[in-house]
């Protein structure tokens, strides 16, 4: 394992992340590596399905609500935390890690609505209860997050996906894509909408919106090249009323609140995609110290050797800044470009340093048999997820 150098760290912060790191290797990179076999992704969530067991050692482990059980501590120490348990979790199976964690995303809205008919369901109540992130579209992705681009509030962009008052209700018509996830098996959604939509993006809104409302129904599972233990697809609504209170943030507060979401989301990609390089790196490491070739460990050849150090360099790098982007925006007004910047570097080194192990094992690594090829696989996904690479780089150049 890679030597943890953060300095003092608390011992309940270690504690805590020997926790996790226990439940990820014990757990959920078994499960994973189950789970990405299924060739058919309704198995994935099929009653009899591992993954079941995935969230309820989760609860078990008392990692599901930390939150509430680390409340005395302070900001930062508790955004320490927060961040090795992405990394454990990202190291044990991003697809899982990322499934586990948009699973309390509806909470995150449900406190901010200050309703205490919707904290005490969803925060105080409802341990079982599965949320996931509505934002995705069939004909609109990333577009739909980029805040500081001038089709954001383009009213001539319809959604997919549009909420209108009535009354003391909203009634929800539309679609959100086959990337939503958790889409097929969360019971709560955190349902970013536009309202009327007639401003664009910028006149959306946010709703915490029960899934087994009259009206709601799931496409297929989606079946994707990598992350395969994640659960994503489509949701429909056909006319769906929730009272209006449940919509908890409204037009003149979406873009700001997007950003913030944005901002949140990708620290935490980073740190989860350093967990995934950190996978790669020693995995590769483990293989070059025992694989022999030319009469040596192949460890010992010279290119093998540079490539390794390179590796190491490469994830420390990421995990340095993923670690100080979580750790600033948690005592400071967050910083969205340093955000994206830390998504961005820790997905393409997580892919990049999975394909370099891939090539220290050789042919071996392009086999099922070894979980190398499934790793490069979910880090390849991560580049695209949560918002492109791509334009989420124009979003934090415009922040510069």
């Known amino acids: 394992?890679?030597?943890?150098?953060?300095?003092?760290?608390?011992?309940?912060?270690?504690?805590?992340?020997?926790?996790?790191?226990?439940?990820a290797k014990e757990v959920m990179r078994p499960a994973g590596i189950q789970l990405d076999k299924l060739a058919d992704p309704q198995d994935v969530i099929a009653s009899n399905s591992i993954l079941w067991d995935v969230f309820k050692k989760h609860r078990e482990v008392g990692l599901n609500d930390l939150e509430t059980a680390t409340m005395e501590l302070t900001p930062l120490e508790r955004t320490q935390i927060r961040t090795l348990i992405s990394e454990e979790m990202g190291w044990g199976d991003s697809g899982l890690a990322i499934?586990?964690?948009v699973a309390n995303f509806h909470k995150t809205f449900a406190m901010m609505s200050g309703r205490p008919a919707l904290i005490d369901r969803y925060v105080r109540g409802g341990a079982d209860e599965i949320g996931c992130w509505a934002v995705t579209e069939p004909d609109h992705g990333s577009d739909s997050l980029t805040v500081t681009e001038p089709h954001f509030s383009d009213p001539d962009i319809r959604a997919n996906c549009i909420a209108t008052?009535?009354?003391?209700?909203?009634?929800?018509?539309?679609?959100?894509?086959?990337?939503?996830?958790?889409?097929?098996?969360?019971?709560?959604?955190?349902?970013?909408?536009?309202?009327?939509?007639?401003?664009?993006?910028s006149g959306g809104g946010v709703a915490v919106v029960p899934l087994d409302l009259p009206g709601v129904s799931r496409g297929k599972p989606t079946n994707k090249l990598g992350q395969r233990a994640l659960n994503q697809g489509e949701i429909f609504f056909d006319d769906v009323r929730i009272p209006a209170e449940y919509m908890v943030i409204g037009k003149e507060n979406y873009s700001a609140v997007v950003q913030q979401i944005l901002t949140g989301a990708n620290a935490s990609m980073g740190t989860i995609?350093?967990?995934?390089?950190?996978?790669?790196?020693?995995?590769?490491?483990?293989?070059?110290k025992t694989r022999v070739q030319g009469g040596v460990p192949i460890i010992e050849h010279q290119s093998v050797k540079a490539r390794i150090f390179k590796m190491f360099m490469q994830v420390e790098a990421a995990r340095s800044l993923a670690r100080r982007v979580v750790y600033y925006n948690a005592t400071n007004p967050p910083l969205l470009q340093y955000s994206i910047a830390s998504k961005v570097f820790g997905t393409t080194t997580a892919f990049e340093v999975a394909s370099q192990a891939l090539q220290i094992f050789g042919g071996n690594g392009l086999t099922k048999d070894f979980p190398i090829e499934k790793i490069m696989r979910d880090a390849r996904a991560s580049m695209i997820e949560d918002g492109c690479n791509d334009l989420l780089s124009l979003v934090g150049a415009a922040k510069l």
Not at 4 to 10: A, S, T
Not at 177 to 195: D, E, K
Not at 273 to 288: M, P, W
């Open 165 to 201: 008052r009535d009354g003391d209700d909203y009634v929800i018509r539309g679609q959100k894509s086959a990337w939503v996830s958790n889409g097929t098996i969360a019971t709560v959604a955190a349902l970013f909408c536009t309202i009327d939509g007639d401003q664009g993006f």
């Open 99 to 101: 499934s586990l964690g």
């Open 1 to 23: 394992m890679l030597t943890d150098i953060e300095v003092g760290l608390p011992e309940q912060a270690r504690d805590i992340r020997d926790t996790a790191h226990r439940f």
């Open 273 to 288: 995609f350093v967990g995934t390089a950190k996978a790669a790196y020693e995995l590769a490491l483990d293989y070059a």
